[in-house]
């Protein structure tokens, strides 16, 4: 079975909106929030997200894609990798 686990992360400057709008294209697109982690450091806004695409109604590229749209409309750097590849990358 495929993992259909996916980490979101946003990094920029605080600004109103961040996560209600990264979690209402989410929830339209059925992808389930399995974690979240967010701190404020100095007006720089920081969050990690788990998420599970396997109900999702778009690919991964597709949801990544539109991250990276939205990430610049809103003035923040939106990543999305799947769990395994940010696991590789991170692993010591």
């Keep these: ?7 979101i992360t946003v990094v920029g400057k605080d600004t109103v909106g961040i996560i209600a709008k990264i979690c209402t294209y989410l929830a339209e697109q059925h992808v389930n929030v399995l974690d979240i982690s967010q701190t404020i450091v100095q007006d720089y806004f920081n969050m990690m997200m788990i998420v599970d695409m396997a109900g999702s109604k778009v690919a991964f590229d597709e949801c990544a894609a539109y991250m990276d749209e939205l990430g610049a409309e809103i003035g923040v750097d939106i ?4 769990e395994e590849i940010f696991e590789m990358m991170h692993r010591i």
Excluded: F, H, L, Y
Excluded at 1 to 7: L, P
Excluded at 79 to 82: F, G, I, M, V
């Design 79 to 82: 990543r999305c990798q799947r």
């Design 1 to 7: 079975m495929e993992n259909t686990k996916v980490v």
